[in-house]
Every structure is written in C-alpha cells, then in structure tokens.
C-alpha cells in the first residue's frame, strides 16, 4: 500500500466524496412527484391510454378482435334485411385484459377505433372497466373531439409515409 | 485473497463431542424484497454459512411460449413485453428479429438503427435499474433514487416514441411502429450528452466506497471455464473475462455499422459483473450517440406480404385510394397472420441486458409457430446461484442474486 492509498485509507476520502455528492443534491430539484395530489402530468400525445370507438365509422369487420392478442374484444354483427348492410350490435372491450398494444388501431381499416390519452380509469368493480358500445362511443365523443384527423395521420400506423422518404424526416441536426 | 476466505466457516472452533450442532433450513422468498419478483430459495445453513442451496421457480409462470403458439407471428409480439419487463425493448427486438429471419425478410437501414438506439435505450434503463436496485440490498441506499432520476428521462423518452412507457410493443415485423419526431432526437441526444456524468455520479458513491467493496469483491466467484460450462451469458460471463457478445460476434440490427468495446472482467466475482455493467452503460450511451448521428433517411417499414399494408388505401369509402390487393392482405394477415411463411426451424439469438435470448421456431407454414421455445437467460442464470452462494455467507446470498440480475417474469415464462 502506497502512502497515499494510505491516507485515503485512513481520512474516508472517498467516503466524504459521496458525501459531499449527495450534499450537493440537497440543493437541486426534488426529482419524485407527489402524484396524484400535486402534479397530474398530461399524457404525450399518442399515449396509449383507454379505447374509444366510434359506432358511425366502425363497419363491422371485426379484424380488430381478430389481431387482438389478448382476445378482449367482443363484436356481433347482424346483416340488414332491407340494406344488406352490416349493423354491429355489439362491441364490448374487456379493458383488464388489455395489453395497450395497438395493434387493434392499427388493423383498423376505417379508423373507428383509438386509444385516448386518458391514463387514470382505475376503479373499484370490474364493470367499471368492462367498456360496452356506449361507454366507448362516450369516451370518442369525450376525448376524440376535434382530434380524431390528427390522431388518425400521426398514429394510424403504417402511415403511406412509413413506406418512402418523407422530406421532413427527423436525421442528427448537430449538437445544440 | 483475504476476502475469499472470509467465506470458508472458521477452522478454529472446536465443539464438544457430547455438544451437536444441527444445520437449519431457511425458506428465503417467494415473497423476500431482495430476490426481485418471486425467487424462492431453499437455503441450508451450518452457522452463517450455506451449505445448501436450492433455488425454486414457476411462481410466475404465465405459459408464454404456449401463448406464442396460439397466437399469429405478428399479435404475439406484447407477450414477450411480458418476458423481461425491465427491458420490454429488447425482448420485442429479439422476437422481431427472430421471426424476419424465418421469414427471410430485412428491415430497412433507417429501422435498424432506429432499432438498435432503442436497444440500447433499453440497455441504459435495464443496467439502471438494476444498479439501484442491487445497491439497495446491499444497503446502499442513495443510487436508488438518482438512478430512477435517469431512468425516468428514458421512459419519457419512450412515451414520447411510441405512446407507452414500459410495455412498448415498438418494433414491427419488417421495420418500427412510427418514425422518430425530430424532438425525440434532441431529447435523446441532450440526454446522451449529460449521461456520462450521470454515470461518474454513481462510480462516486459505490465503485471505491470500502463498504460496497467489502460486500462485493470475492463474492460469488465463478471463473470463465465454470461460467461457460454453466451456459452464463451477458455481463455474468464477461465478468468472468470471457469476451462473448452476440451484438459484436454475430450482429443483428446495425450493430456492425457501429463502434462499440465489449468490457470485461478479471475476478468472475460481483464487483467485476457491477463493473462490467457500468462500463456497459457508457458503452450504450456510445451506441446511442452514434446511431443518432449516423441515421439515415428512409423508409421505416418494408412493403412485403409478412407486414400490414399502408392505412388510407384500405378504406372503402374512399373510393379513390382503396386498395383491394392490399386490402385482402390486411384482411388476411390481422386474421391469420402470414400464410406463406417457409416452414422449418431456426434459432436466433440477440443480446438483452441480461445475456443472450434466443427464439427457437418450429415453422409448419401456417400464420402461427407450431412451437415457440425461449430461451431465457433469467433462468439459465438462476440456475447457477446455488453455484454462487454454496460456502459463502448468508448476506452474500443477497448480492449474489443481485448481481446475476435476474427478472423472474422471463425466468418463469
Ligand atoms: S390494445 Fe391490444 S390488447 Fe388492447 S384491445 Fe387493442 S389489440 Fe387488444
Ligand atoms: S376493425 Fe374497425 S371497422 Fe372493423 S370491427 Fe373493429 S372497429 Fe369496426
């Protein structure tokens, strides 16, 4: 051992370093929040948060429920006598087994379905989250309004865009 | 090595002969803080030191790999969210590379390294968490906290991608979800800029601390020849000095296209794998740094019948813009996943934070795999702890599992 392992040794050295390290963060920001009383942080847009669907787009061609990894959603349909059209009866999302994955909005053909940025749904009962046609067709109208153009060219995946080279693509603009 | 023999049970005691001593069993888990999910260890004990330890899995076990078969290539992607969910990214990786390779198809250049950042986003918070939390049993309490002040810059940065914070689902077969925003970039170069000091911060604290070394060199040596002979992978086996890293010897990804060093260790014990983690982070940042100034322009996703066709051309009330040979492959493909798929094998193995995770395929041709096997380095590792802990202490117990890093949501499946 050299003399100055040594004394390093024997006065803590690198003790009162981290001391002094931590010390020093006392006088910086307070990196925890104090959810949900404080601060309440808006979600960033194209969050996948709870599921909206809207009954006038929707077709009835259940490929959501078809890719739907989990199996949550439930759909029926009916054919109209006069219209021959298809009517959807049914359309029940079981929201506790969903994985947020998406990948519901991204087989829908027609954009009729969306995750909101809305994140705080917990609740005490399971037929709180069991979201049938009206709840969801309220949660579109509650949360889509005037967003859903938007929505559906920035996070309606894969965009025409994905597949050539847009002239605004995001590349390394140098450092700051 | 004074430390080593620290762990051997003192020679000097001598016991009466008409006096018995008896070994106890210890049940440690499912539910102890330190075994990180539901690890139960069976420990049996002379004293303060191991004589025997059995560690039991399954607590956890979900069947993800019958899951896998029941769903189609592309719908059981969030599943292997679920394996390792510290570093979600990477599993996805792993999965999507897996499964391009048996379809023979190739990502474009701007997804690759797209991928490759985020694997090594996912890298930087997996080591971080681990970090904090490996320091927190052995007592070291203050890393918890500055470490999560980073990690969660990384998950903003990952909600800012792809909308979710810790389950992602963000690689696609053939290519990534969404582009990245030219604010995401900034951010996460700003981020790069400022991390090497963040990691300087953490060194303060631990790497020369007299405490954290007493409870970390000559712990749970396991050297190379052992290591290997255990199938250890990741920073386990570099710490024992093996120069073994999938994304160097077989890359995936843009991993050839970048510099990167592979750290290694001398000793095989915890503070060489704390080390080799450590120096893996600056590595990543690195790796980060490189794709961003590096990144090409391009598409993000191929057009091939393995993945879904652009939205606006698979609308029917648009009459202008519908598709019909696209429109029935979207049909087919969120029914019954890709039909053409070749049969046959493969294996693929990627590089996650915590080894090497391989996806073994049985294809039978049809939209999904007629067997889906993963290989987890979770399990592989947890295997080798009662290697680790046998004739050492029962504290040591702690930092032996702290430091093979193991998630039991991927070592259960
Ligand atoms: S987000 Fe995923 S799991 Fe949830 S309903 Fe849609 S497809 Fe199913
Ligand atoms: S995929 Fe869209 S249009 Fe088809 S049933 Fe589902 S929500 Fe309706």
Redesign the pocket.
Known sequence: MTTKELIRKIFFVEIFKGMALTFSRLFTHAVTRRYPHKIRRPAQPGFRGLHA?SGE?????????GICPSQC?Y?A?ETDKETKKLV?KK?DIEVLRCLFCSF?VE???????ALTEHYEYADYSREALYMTMEKLQANWDKYMAGKVEDYFKRFWGPRPEDFSTPEEQAVFRGRK | MEEISRNQPPSDIRIAPELHTREITLNMGPQHPATHGVLRLVLELDGETIVKCTPYVGYLHRGTEKLGENRTYLSALPLTDRLDYVSSMNNNIGYVVAVERLLGIEPPERAKFIRTMVAEMGRISNHLLWLGTHALDIGAITPFLYVFRERERIMDLFEELCGARLTVSYPRIGGVRNDVSQKFLDDLYAFTEEFPGRIDEYETLLTVNRIWLRRTKGVGVIPAEEAINWGLTGPVLRGSGVRYDIRKFAPYDAYDKVEFEIPIGYNGDVYDRYMVRIIEMGQANRIIRQCIEKLPKGPITIDSPFTLPPKGSLSRRDKERFNKDYYSRHFVL?KSGPKEAPQGEIYVATEVPKGELGFYFISDGTGRPYRMRIRAPSFVHASALPRLCEGGLVADVISNIGSIDIVLGECDR
């Open positions: 669907w787009r929707c077709v009835g061609c259940k490929l959501c429920a959603i759909i349909t959807v359309y519901c087989a829908c053909p027609e954009g009729a379905l | 969120a």
